[in-house]
């Protein structure tokens, strides 16, 4: 057989790994700790784990944590169990923050070397310094010529706390008083900011050692350099800051110029964009914890989000996000797409993968005339008719079974070739069809029960139905919660709604989750249940995804999973509709 294709040893990141192809691939994914990650995350995870893996490197989780304030302890943790969900164990777990003592180093070192100085320039002050239509050329402030001496002091003075935010900054010496044409002309080369000042300066980590903290364009580069990175791989707003990156490593000696044979090198790939729900941490926050407007989701892990802690809980496969990354490709160009494309991919995933049983999402007991009251007929059923090696299990066909209330007519019609008063109709993996004979109704006109007929002598009809057998020794059926959902917004672009002033409230669709409250299972659940995540699932057999491991495909109905407010003590079961079987099916 063919060897399976490697997507990382094919096209863009080929490509990269060509243009350093060391034996030692060290990557790193590097999260803020401050919100949930979300599909896009999926995408950064999938590139920096799976090359290094597919080269056989390492790669590390970073927390790039120099930001004081916003880290809470939470968002570490489900940061790390994502990872681990996804199917990848980091090489190394580091925080930027470790390395603050030697950042501050550096940061000494640079001024030294004449490449840094402290600058009081207000905000205003440095973007007239950057010159523009508004402002005239550029132009370097009066700090810029300060002495080494006067500079390393000024230094100290603002980790010694002698400034309040805003009034120092450590600036890079990069060409802003330069000349050159190329690289003079990028913004990120301006001599941007190296350190500032913090007033709320406590940190989860270092406490209150710190009153000034370093940039991104500082740190980054560093960190990467000091784990040894060899492929710094980000998305591709990052390129114009690639000859920043580079200037820092070259001024500290990382990095030789115009080579990337030693230290770190910095590769940009195309964000993922996802179309038709809300990725912004701060949207989300809104729409979890309210403002002036009630909540309008269970939490972070409402599955009707994109996060990924949601589409776990909704019972997505890990192996189905992975898929659906590499599927878009990585390249340098922006991924696009939106959450319907998504959906389908996850269908196609679970279409060849998860077993089958049968649900009925909303029942009507159908009792058979001809039967005698302890009729039992135990049916063979395969998890999966089109895969024999999934194996089979038993279910009870009995006198009561319940039907799904959208497989019933009360007047029957042509066009109709489910039952129906007079009409018979074939039942998915029982003997013979059966056919209705009456029906009865409660006093809200509700269909509460029909009667019925099974045997040879009927015609199956076109149709085949699935149903549930009661039977106590079988423990058949099993009752359940069913959550079936829909975007969350009317809108396909709810990024575009009225976000500053709650005008995106009443875009909120009050049908985007619909409960079924008493479906019932049949009793392979069990089995699945016991077996869960079936197929195994790469990150899922530490029961990492816990129950929303548990799936299978409703004959007829979707994709369901075990969603987290299950039960087991009292034996609730409470399942999630992953994905419909259909684009645009209601169910
Ligand atoms: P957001 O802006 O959505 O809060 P972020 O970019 O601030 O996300 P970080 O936690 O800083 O999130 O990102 C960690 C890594 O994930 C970075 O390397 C970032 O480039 C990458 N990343 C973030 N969003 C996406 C996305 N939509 N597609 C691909 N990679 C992404
Ligand atoms: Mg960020
Ligand atoms: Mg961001």
Redesign the pocket.
């Known amino acids: 057989a063919a060897e399976p294709v490697d997507p990382f040893k094919q096209g863009w990141l080929k490509g990269v790994y060509n243009e350093k192809p060391v034996a030692d691939v060290q990557t790193r ?4 700790p ?2 949930y ?2 599909i ?2 999926a ?2 995870i999938t590139v920096n784990f799976g090359f290094a893996r597919s080269y056989a490197g390492r790669c590390n989780l970073r927390y ?1 944590d120099t930001n004081p304030a916003k880290e809470e302890e939470q968002f570490f943790t489900a940061i790390k169990d994502m990872v681990n969900w996804l199917g990848f164990e980091p090489a190394r777990i580091t925080h930027s923050s470790d390395d603050f003592d030697r950042l501050y180093d550096l940061a000494e070192e640079l001024v030294r070397r004449g490449k840094g100085y402290v600058c009081h320039c207000s905000a205003a002050e440095v973007k007239r310094g950057r010159g523009g239509p508004e402002h005239g050329p550029r132009s370097v402030c009066k700090d810029w010529s300060r002495t080494v001496e006067d500079n390393l002091q000024d230094f100290r003075a603002m980790r010694d706390g002698k400034y309040k935010a805003g009034e120092a900054h450590l600036r890079m010496k990069q060409y802003l008083g330069s000349k050159l044409k190329g690289l003079a002309e990028n913004p990120a080369l301006w001599d941007v900011a190296a350190y500032r000042v913090k007033d709320e300066n406590y940190h989860h980590r270092t406490g209150h050692k710190w009153k000034i903290y370093p940039t991104y364009e500082f740190t980054h580069c560093l960190c990467d350099a000091f784990e040894g990175i060899s492929h710094s791989l ?2 591709v707003e ?1 390129e114009t800051l690639r000859p920043a990156y580079n200037w820092l490593l070259e001024a500290l000696d990382f990095k030789q110029p115009a080579s990337d044979e030693k230290g770190p090198m910095q590769r940009e ?1 195309g ?3 996802v179309e038709g729900t809300i ?3 701060r949207r989300i926050a809104m729409l979890v914890e309210g403002t002036t407007i009630p909540p309008v989701v269970r939490g972070w892990d409402d599955p009707r989000l994109y996060t990924l802690v949601a589409l776990r809980r909704r019972g997505v496969p890990p192996g189905a996000l992975k898929k659906f990354v590499l599927d878009l490709g990585v390249t340098k160009a922006i991924a696009n797409t939106a959450t319907h494309t998504l959906d389908a991919s996850i269908r196609t995933y679970l279409e060849r993968t998860v077993p089958r049983l049968m649900l009925v999402l909303d029942p009507i007991k159908v009792v058979f005339e001809n039967l005698p009251d302890d009729y039992l007929e135990e049916r063979e059923v395969p998890f999966d008719p089109k895969d024999k090696e999934k194996g089979t299990h038993k279910v009870p066909f009995t006198k009561v079974i319940y039907i799904d209330r959208d497989d019933f007519r009360e007047e029957d019609d042509p066009d109709f070739f489910r039952l129906a008063p007079g009409k018979s109709v074939g039942l998915l993996h029982a003997e013979h069809p059966i056919s209705c004979t009456s029906f009865t109704k409660d006093s809200s006109n509700k269909v509460v029960e029909i009667k019925a007929e099974y045997g040879s002598h009927l015609s199956p009809g076109k149709a085949r139905i699935h149903w549930v057998g009661q039977s106590a020794a079988y423990h058949s059926p099993i009752k359940a919660e069913v959550r079936i959902f829909h975007p969350l917004f009317k809108s396909s672009k709810p990024n575009e709604l009225d976000w500053k002033s709650g005008g995106y409230y009443d875009n909120v669709d009050p049908k985007s989750e619909i409960v079924h409250p008493d479906a019932m299972i049949e009793c392979g659940f069990e089995y699945i249940k016991k077996n869960a995540p079936w197929p195994k699932e790469e990150g899922e057999a530490n029961g990492m995804a816990a129950k929303s491991s548990v799936r299978f495909q409703g004959l007829r109905t979707a994709f369901f999973a075990m969603d987290s407010d299950s039960d087991e003590a009292s034996g609730k079961v409470v399942l999630n509709r992953i994905v419909s079987l259909k684009e645009d099916s209601g169910k």
């Open positions: 994914f590097p999260p803020e401050n919100g990650l979300h896009g995350h995408k950064a790039d980000c998305t990052f790939y964000r993922l964009n990725l912004s941490k």
